[in-house]
Structures are given as structure tokens and as C-alpha cells.
């Protein structure tokens, strides 16, 4: 039963990296990614077609290898060391290492790509009238895209954004692959240590975890349900 | 000097003319009908007087003043944003969804407040807009549905909040492209009675282009008769109605086995 607990702890301990690195990500990818549907959606045509050759290519190619690309290639050609981070605080004491952050930068521009497809479809979803009904009424650019189109779009995207986010939950586990210590990282040692059952009892984290998100993600479109489009 | 005077607008799209030299005036509080059958270039002149498009000749005046001619591109100038001389209903009503009734009707009021403030126009800081939105809710009988959302509310219900919200920047000239043409028969009643009311109630310009021969007819002040991007006729609607020109009386006698609504 002291093994039980042990194990908890140091699962809990990776759990929590992996939820940093969840929540993280979707901090930074979700604005970046609606920048770059800006982009991809640009009069300026050389921003077009920048900023929809980077969402091919972030799409086109796997994570890990994104990974394994952020991490590496700055220190090997130019001595970039990815900084790390120590909290020092009594109530929240972590350290955030340099792989976590080279790991977050990867998810996060990776992210935000999956996403920039999403909000696009999403805006380009919403009638032109709602738009002209906007300029009629004297409204600027900004405030009809802040005050008309946002939250029709929002509402629009939540089921394919809900997706990716699943999968992003489960997504996390790849920074193993740079020894981040997350919850697989964790799960991965006890097993090499010749215990079996931990394995087990990380898939549970990721599944109740994600059921956790699509019940969040549930309620969101229901509180959205009002809005007819 | 008319108070609204439209010279010899031309309009082409991809080198297809849709608005052929189209002129008529308009008096303070008078009410304009344009008729003609689909793709005659109605909604496009009303597109172009609400600067939803720009024109490629000719000029508006209104009171006098210069509104609109080609050099006016859709970057409108700054002054323009804070007095819209004209305001729209759109045959789909273009609802904002997200908002209520008296939310949809509020929002470019304040707005409208926001950008005065920030450009340093003194405003009347102590005018209730709430007040405001509530008596254009009145004007159109919808008081009691101020708290529902546009899918809460029947097409007829929405099409009378998206002319309330129309007013409420209180334009010079308040525009109607087909009101009626996406709503079931039985609702139409109830928005040209909203219509019918505005042109007896108030002073309110108006430019209707409708398919409603009937109510153009009773409650129109002028017809204008488009066949192909050109103004056929134009004149008061007995005249037009007891037109003998071979196109008009073509394009009239479509309607005459149609029921007059309301
Ligand atoms: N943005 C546009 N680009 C090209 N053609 C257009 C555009 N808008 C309207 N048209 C054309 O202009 C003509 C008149 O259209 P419209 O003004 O909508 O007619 P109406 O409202 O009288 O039915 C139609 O042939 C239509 O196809
Ligand atoms: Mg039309």
C-alpha cells in the first residue's frame, strides 16, 4: 500500500507537468492561432502566402520531429539554450525545465497552426451579411469583428476546436520523447523498474482527464446555444 | 433644392452595366417605391446609396450637400461614420444572434456614443439610451419581446427589430430591400403594417423597394418602374400604375391577379 502511494505521488507529480503543458499551450496557441488565420486570410498577398506556407508545413509534419527540431536545432547552430524556470514561491513551488519550454514553444506554434484552420473556417463561415449589417449601422472593422463576428465564430468552432483539444490531452505524452517529466515520462520509469500496473493507472489520468475537458467543452456549447447560426 | 436628389447613377460589375443612369428625387418625409422584376438592379441601388458599394458615375445630394459620387470609395471619410444618412433593412434582417432585441438595437447607439466620445464630440451624456432603444421597440409594437433572442422571435417579429434598429441612428432616409420577400405569407402583414405606420406616424424618408404591387401602390408617394438597370418610369403611383408604356404594362400585368396584402 506504501508503493501505491509512492506511485501515486510520482504520477500525480508528471500529471501535473502535463496539465502545465496542456494549459499552457492553449493559452499561447489559441491567440497565436487566431493571428494566423488573420494572416492566411490577408489582403496582403506575400502575408497569405507566408502565413498559409507555415500552416502547411506545421500540419504537414509530425509533432515529435517539430519537437526534436525546436529543442536541438537553435543550440546546435547558434548555442540557443532554451531557459528554465524556478518558482520559488511558498505556495507554488515548481521548476519549469528548458526541455518544458522548448516542448511548450513546439505544441504551441503546432497548435496554433490546427487551429488558424479552424478560426478560418470558422469566420469565413459567418454571413456577409452580419458584416454589412455592421457597416450599415456605422460600426467600425474592429468592433464588428470584436462585437458581431467573435462570438458567432467561437460558437461555430467549439466542436472541431473540441477535438483538438482531446487530442492535444493526449498529445502531451510526446514530450517524453525529450525527457520531459510528465506523466508517460513517469509512467515509463516505474515500468522500466519492473512495475507494471502504473502504466494502467496513467491511461486512467489522460481518460478521466479528457472526459473532464469534453464535459467542460459540452457545457460551453450548451451555454452558447442561444445563438442560432 | 429636393431633399434627396440621385443623378445619373451608373454602376457596372465586371464591365456589365447594372445601373444604367438611374436619377429620381425624393422630398423630406415622402416615400419612395422601387419596383421591377429580380436582377433589375434594385438591391444594387440601395447597396450603392448605403455605401455597401461604390459607384462608378454620378452623385448624391442630400439637403444640398454632396453624399456620394465615384471618388467616394468604401474608406468612407471620418465624418461620415458618426452621421449615416441612410439606413437599411435588408430582405434577410440580419439579426446579430448572440444578442437580444433590445441588445441588437442598443449596440450601434452606444457604439455610436464610443466613437463620438473618443473623437471629442460632445454628447449628451444624461440621454437614456435604454430609453431610446425601448421607444424604437415601441414604434414597432415589440415592446414586451425586448428580452428575446432573434431565434426566440418569428420572422415577422424579427424583420420589426431590424427596422427598429435601422432608425436608431436616425437616418436621413430609411431604406427597405424586399422587407417582406423572405417571410412566410401570413407574416408579412405585420411588418407592412410596421411600414404603413412609420410613413402616417412620422417624417420618416423612405425608399421601399418591394414586390407587394399593392402596398407600393397605397403607400408610396412614387414609383420608380427599373427594367434592366434603367428608370422606365417615375412619377406618382396612379400614373405609373395607369402607365401606357409597353414594358410597364408587361411587367404590371404579372401582378394584377395577385392579392393586395394586409
Ligand atoms: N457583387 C456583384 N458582382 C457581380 N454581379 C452582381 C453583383 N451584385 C449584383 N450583381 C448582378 O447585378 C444584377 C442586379 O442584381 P440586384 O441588384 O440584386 O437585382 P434585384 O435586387 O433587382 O433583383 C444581377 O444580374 C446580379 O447578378
Ligand atoms: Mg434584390
Redesign the interface.
Known amino acids: 500500500m506504501e508503493e501505491f502511494g509512492q506511485v501515486t505521488l510520482k504520477l500525480l507529480g508528471g500529471f501535473s507537468s502535463s496539465v502545465f503543458l496542456f494549459v499552457l499551450t492553449l493559452l499561447l496557441s489559441l491567440p497565436l492561432g487566431l493571428l494566423m488565420s488573420f494572416g492566411t486570410m490577408s489582403r496582403f498577398l506575400p502575408l497569405r502566402y507566408l502565413s498559409r506556407a507555415i500552416v502547411m508545413v506545421l500540419r504537414g509534419t509530425p509533432l515529435l520531429l517539430q519537437i526534436f527540431v525546436i529543442f536541438y536545432v537553435p543550440g546546435l547552430l547558434w548555442g540557443f539554450q532554451w531557459p528554465s524556470l524556478s518558482t520559488g514561491n511558498a505556495y507554488f513551488d515548481t521548476t519549469f525545465s528548458n526541455r518544458f519550454f522548448a516542448c511548450l514553444a513546439a505544441f504551441s506554434v503546432n497548435y496554433a497552426a490546427y487551429f488558424s484552420e479552424i478560426f478560418r473556417g470558422g469566420i469565413q463561415s459567418i454571413?456577409k451579411?452580419?458584416y454589412?449589417?455592421g457597416?450599415?449601422?456605422?460600426?467600425?472593422k474592429g468592433?464588428i469583428f470584436k462585437?458581431?463576428i467573435l462570438?458567432?465564430m467561437v460558437?461555430r468552432v467549439i466542436p472541431p476546436l473540441g477535438n483538438e483539444v482531446v487530442t492535444l490531452v493526449k498529445d502531451t505524452a510526446l514530450a517524453n520523447a525529450i525527457a520531459v517529466t510528465e506523466l508517460m515520462f513517469q509512467a515509463q520509469q516505474l515500468l522500466n523498474a519492473g512495475l507494471i500496473y502504473p502504466i494502467f493507472y496513467a491511461g486512467a489520468f489522460y481518460f478521466l482527464f479528457n472526459a473532464l475537458v469534453s464535459f467542460a467543452l459540452r457545457k460551453t456549447e450548451e451555454r452558447l446555444a442561444?445563438?442560432?447560426? | 433644392m429636393p431633399y434627396l436628389e440621385v443623378k445619373n447613377i451608373q454602376k457596372s460589375f465586371d464591365g456589365e452595366k447594372i445601373l444604367d443612369d438611374v436619377s429620381f428625387s425624393l422630398e423630406e418625409g415622402e416615400t419612395l417605391a422601387i419596383i421591377g422584376r429580380s436582377g433589375c438592379g434594385k438591391t444594387t441601388l440601395l447597396r450603392c446609396l448605403n455605401y455597401l458599394e461604390s459607384i462608378d458615375t454620378g452623385e448624391v445630394y442630400l439637403k444640398g450637400e454632396k453624399i456620394l459620387d465615384a471618388s467616394y470609395s468604401k474608406k468612407r471619410k471620418k465624418e461620415d461614420s458618426f452621421r449615416r444618412h441612410f439606413g437599411l433593412v435588408f430582405q434577410s434582417f440580419n439579426l446579430f444572434p448572440q444578442y437580444t432585441a433590445k441588445e441588437n438595437i442598443l449596440l450601434p447607439l452606444s457604439l455610436q456614443r464610443k466613437y463620438r466620445q473618443k473623437s471629442g464630440i460632445m454628447v449628451d451624456e444624461n440621454s437614456n439610451l435604454d430609453e431610446v432603444v425601448l421607444g424604437l421597440l415601441a414604434k414597432v409594437g415589440l415592446e414586451e419581446k425586448k428580452d428575446l433572442y432573434p431565434s426566440q422571435l418569428s420572422g415577422g417579429q424579427q424583420q420589426r427589430v431590424a427596422i427598429a434598429r435601422a432608425m436608431a441612428l436616425s437616418p436621413d432616409v430609411l431604406c427597405f430591400d424586399e422587407p417582406t420577400s423572405a417571410l412566410d405569407p401570413e407574416l408579412t402583414g405585420e411588418v407592412l403594417k410596421v411600414i404603413r405606420e412609420l410613413k402616417e406616424k412620422t417624417r420618416l424618408s423612405m425608399i421601399l423597394v418591394t414586390h407587394e404591387m399593392a402596398f407600393a401602390h397605397d403607400v408610396s408617394d412614387k414609383i420608380l418602374f427599373m427594367k434592366g438597370g434603367k428608370a422606365i418610369e417615375l412619377g406618382a403611383p396612379e400614373e405609373v400604375f395607369a402607365s401606357k408604356k409597353e414594358e410597364t404594362i408587361a411587367f404590371l400585368s404579372g401582378y394584377r391577379h395577385s392579392n393586395p396584402s394586409e
Open positions: 454571413p451579411g452580419q454589412e449589417a457597416e450599415v449601422l456605422g460600426m467600425s468592433d462585437k458581431v462570438l458567432q460558437k442561444y445563438i442560432a447560426v
